[in-house]
């Protein structure tokens, strides 16, 4: 990959013959093309996301149906469905798109650092990647699909930026103007914002995204448009979760598109408050690099042993996956005892037990009919992700979840997020990494609300800090992480406490070691060029940093 | 200023002999100058809000105690104040710190070009612009204290990073570690990006306007140390206006710190106010290149001809100014008719007229007392600026404002802020904008009401997109104003259509001319580099390039 344009003089040659109106004409291509990318970033995440949402609605409602006759039935039926999905993703990336494996982030990363990784943005990628996003995702696995995303977008603009796939002959000749690769790297590096602000309805937050975490060169005429391509996203979502408002996309509503609501939550907070947000932050510093540790090893593991022996292992080790998981989010909420529901008289607007087969709190799931329970464990785990995040973040239901029941998943889904991560099926580490800090968070939230009694708290903040520093922990990204999580809880009142809790759990994960993409990155023998020497580079010589790398 | 380390030999020999603790202790001495700078710029924030809404507070209340008895002497009153407070502003800068004339912004852009413009850093430049931004900004001119905390930020950024200053034996020896341009260079940036989190209680804000406005270069890092300065401006910020609250302030309640918040504004838009919409960006990107053009003759005009007669003509001018808009905004609403107040029980919650002295919408001024009436160019005119712009962004105050009004008072504001432009005051620029801005936009969201009869729609939404787009028009940032201007009015569902006419406003303008700082930074001789050359730049040799430059 040329990183720069090549001055010589055949280039400059060609620049001066070209005129004025070819000028334009290339300036208005590129505009087009932002246009373009934001358009079909826009169409794949509402796609993926109806498709994710009709899937994994029609298999709780079919198993939640199931289940009042016949908890056996439920439970075959349950994990039958989750393996077919699961299998049809893995079938997918194994057999058609090796490259759409993962998260697809570090690679992306690596392009626009220079190192072009083979097959990373073609079209057979694009294709496996939205498909394989809907199988994994909606077979419940312990992934997210923003990540995926990002990719989509980069790849919609890579196939762009060419001008059309040439092996499907979907090329024409028109479109194929950028020949230096900066003008395609200036596309992919669009496609990525377009990606984070489709996956997260967070067009500032995909923008800084793009320039923090993504891109290792910058200018300022990139961000200009890079904004408009994410502003087009915007209004894509806009546009058809408006059409769906009306019913069209089955399943897809209220729990659709990740906007969990705290625009309600905690109006105001106390100096008592910081020390327990920061051990918030502290946890999420040490889980978070624990993470990155332990899926590096995961990894590394699967890379030299498990995945040289061919894609039936591969298929068989999801497929494992896949079982285990079903059999933990059925069984474990099985084994817990009911709750009995909060005094409808004491807190009004709360609908306990939700009626099946709709999306709220206080799920009835083996408990008595009759009575008036709950199982606060199924209410997170017999779950979507997206649904339980929501859960867990909800002002004016203290008290919902037993401390025991929180430990028990916040241990069970950060084994399954380590099992699952690096598996063949496209994921992302950003909706799990939500559910592992919003459980701790909530955790640290009760334990503030029964020590400080009188204070106005809202577990869901808590819950939302321990998100934040999660993320912050196992990615280490600042600005745009705090815009996003800005973005999708549509509260700014928050954005000093999730500034607080980001900047400890960075500083306590960089003690440890890189973040998440760097470590996947290096795995994967992607040299991230940094933008400065490190101090041990200061006495180098050419010698030693050769045989450093040899 | 040296740009970049400059890595010769003897650079590399001081570097190797140092060890990991000299390292540690830079790295240390880098964070807690972060922080120091954080906290001074906050500091320097509140003392200037609390001392120009102090006085700003008393001025008025002062005149409506008078106005009770006789209008002649309270318009006497009420200018001789003004002219005092502006007066005193301008004696400060011209005798002891003519640098801090202006917005400083463009001279700062330049700094972190590679231009050190004399004298712009300097400790007597910081108490200029203090005690100037307060006088001038109470003193009711046409001008924001923005600006001028950018610069105030800068200085005190710029400052730290020499270690104090030599010439008021202010300087401690171990505090002189940075001895490259590049580390002063970096607190600049931190500077600059505390003062807009100051300014607007916008600390992501502030971190893009440093990425995207003023710096040159950008790494990583720095972004994440930037982030952490911001982040310790709104702890400060929060504080302070925390143990105002109490009362211990004077008039400094709820006028303070700019948040207009406009949470209970419009819910929802349809595809109909678009057209509007575009409209407003289109007039934004017309008046603010209009703008940009006007203070540019206007400047070039004083630089040659008026202020070259010395500080006396200086003075002269600006009380000049200053007597010009006390009469304007004391006098035209005085001519201006009382409007009958809303029905109140149609409208529960609004108190018209108001009481005096307090702030509000629906001022009582020279109408009858019995009567329920107000003075609708009055609530603009005749008040601070802060409290105009909360009025103009006001929900549920539908047709408060006749089209008259807006009119006379958008031509009037606009002649005035052009007028007052580059006077040798500390002057921001962004208050003002959002004035003119919210004006037209609140103009077109009446027309708007009036053509869709039905549609829910809130003038003061439109108001505030008027806002953004003259900002956009004139000032042409993208990202970093679309935060600002969500921050600030604490409403993250307009995000799409502050975006959608920024892009519109932005174009338009750059149709025309270039942005404010730079058309202004160009003015001042300070030559700022661009990242890429321009398209005419191409086919030229370097003897062209010089005659070109002499």
Request: glycine share 10%; hydrophobic share 45%.
């Amino acid at each position: 990959l040329d990183y720069e344009v090549i001055e010589n003089y055949a280039y400059r040659e060609e620049q001066a013959q070209r005129g004025k109106l070819y000028f334009a004409y290339y300036v208005a291509v590129k505009w087009f093309f932002a246009l373009l990318i934001g358009i079909g970033t826009g169409l794949a995440a509402v796609f993926i996301n109806i498709s994710v949402e009709n899937f994994a609605g029609w298999k709780f409602s079919l198993t939640f149906s199931i289940i009042q006759k016949s908890y056996v039935a439920g439970f075959v039926v349950y994990i039958l469905i989750n393996l077919v999905l699961v299998f049809s993703s893995v079938y997918i990336v194994t057999q058609f798109a090796p490259e759409a494996a993962g998260s697809g982030i570090p690679e992306i990363k690596g392009y626009l650092n220079g190192i072009d990784t083979h097959g990373i943005l073609l079209f057979r990628t694009l294709i496996g990647k939205i498909f394989g996003s809907i199988g994994s995702v909606g077979g419940g696995l312990a992934l997210g699909k923003e990540g995926p995303l990002v990719h989509i977008g980069a790849c919609i603009a890579s196939l762009l930026g060419q001008g059309g796939s040439t092996k499907y002959h979907l090329s024409s000749k028109w479109l194929q103007v950028f020949k230096s690769d900066r003008d395609r790297r200036d596309l992919v590096t669009c496609g990525c914002a377009a990606g984070v602000a489709a996956a997260f309805r967070a067009p500032v937050g995909g923008v800084l995204f793009a320039l923090e975490e993504v891109t290792s060169w910058w200018r300022s005429q990139l961000m200009w448009r890079v904004f408009f391509t994410s502003a087009i996203v915007a209004v894509v979502v806009r546009t058809a979760m408006g059409w769906c408002k009306s019913g069209k996309c089955g399943h897809f509503g209220s729990g659709g598109f990740i906007i969990w609501d705290l625009s309600d939550g905690q109006e105001d907070y106390s100096f008592k408050e910081l020390l327990p947000m920061a051990v918030i932050g502290v946890i999420g510093g040490l889980l978070g690099a624990l993470f990155n540790q332990l899926t590096l090893y995961v990894t590394r593991w699967r890379r030299n042993y498990l995945h040289k022996k061919g894609n039936r292992v591969k298929i068989i080790e999801v497929c494992l996956v896949s079982l285990i998981t079903s059999v933990i989010s059925f069984g474990l909420p099985l084994l817990r005892k009911c709750s009995p529901c909060p005094d409808p008289e004491l807190n009004p607007g709360i609908e306990c037990p939700r009626p099946p087969g709709m999306y709220g709190n206080y799920v009835n799931f083996y408990c008595g009919k009759d009575n008036k329970e709950y199982n606060d464990l199924a209410t997170i785990f017999f779950n979507t992700q997206d649904d339980a995040i929501r859960n867990l973040f909800s002002a004016k239901t203290i008290h919902e979840f037993s401390a025991q029941s929180l430990l028990t998943f916040l241990v069970m889904f950060y084994s399954l997020a380590v099992v699952t991560f690096c598996t063949a099926v496209p994921a992302g580490q950003f909706v799990p990494g939500i559910m592992i800090g919003s459980t701790y968070g909530r955790l640290v939230g009760m334990f503030v609300v029964n020590f400080y009694k009188k204070l106005n708290i809202e577990e869901g903040t808590y819950a939302l800090l321990g998100a934040a520093s999660f993320l912050g922990g196992s990615m280490r990204m600042t600005v745009s992480l705090c815009v996003i999580m800005v973005e999708i809880t549509n509260n700014l009142k928050l954005l000093p406490l999730i500034m607080l809790v980001l900047l400890i759990s960075k500083a306590v994960g960089d003690a440890f070691n890189e973040g998440l993409y760097e470590e996947q990155a290096r795995l994967r023998g992607i040299p991230l060029l940094e933008s400065r020497p490190k101090y041990q580079m200061r006495k180098m010589i050419a010698k030693e940093g050769m045989s450093f790398l040899f």
